[in-house]
């Protein structure tokens, strides 16, 4: 069960096989590192921006790079089911298990902008977790093939999640967090 403020659609992507198998083949995937707790480490997954806004995060910088044809149609029916349109996404491929996101919160905007999130998940799923900040909130949802996880305006300012490592080969997984960016 999700908290309040977050919203868990099962089955929300139409052709989400298609989508997979074409999304790991074609998109353009990058291999960043990062700088945590003063050491340089490889991401543990591969990502891509699209969008009409750059983006950076941890020391990643991302030019804009419009949207192409699969990634418009996923946002259409990301759109559809949410009402609210999207101009940037960042995708994500896992890899397999070993392949992660530790705890954070999307709220690197610029003061005042707390975007809501659209998560696609496509392929294996994975448990995702949420824990509130400063507070007794935890919850766990398993993120399935084609589903479509909300997290609502400002809810990044009172949460964290995270996507953590699991045993076992547990497949590929692509995710695409849908954000409305403004320049």
């Known amino acids: 069960m999700v908290p309040a403020g977050f919203r868990y659609l099962p089955d929300a992507v139409p052709g989400a096989d298609d989508h997979l198998a074409a999304m790991v083949a ?18 543990p997954r591969r990502i891509a921006w699209y969008g009409d806004v750059a983006y950076g995060y ?3 910088r991302h030019p804009a790079r419009p949207f192409n044809p699969r990634i418009a149609a996923i946002a259409a029916a990301v759109e559809a089911r949410t009402g609210v349109a999207f101009n940037t996404v960042l995708v994500n491929l896992y890899r397999g298990g070993a392949d992660s996101m530790g705890w954070h919160a999307d709220d690197d905007y610029r003061p005042g902008v707390t975007s809501a999130i659209a998560s696609v998940s496509l392929g294996a799923a994975r448990r995702f977790d949420l ?35 699991v045993r076992g080969d547990v497949g590929v997984r692509v995710n695409l967090t849908f954000r409305s960016l403004s320049a």
């Open 26 to 43: 074609e998109v353009p995937w990058e291999d960043h590192v990062f700088r945590i707790f003063g050491r340089t480490i490889p991401m």
């Open 58 to 60: 941890s020391g990643v």
């Open 131 to 165: 824990r509130e900040r400063g507070g007794p909130g935890r919850a766990s949802v398993i993120l399935g093939h084609g589903s479509l996880l909300w997290m609502g305006e400002g809810t990044q300012l009172t949460w964290q999640h995270q996507l953590p490592k």
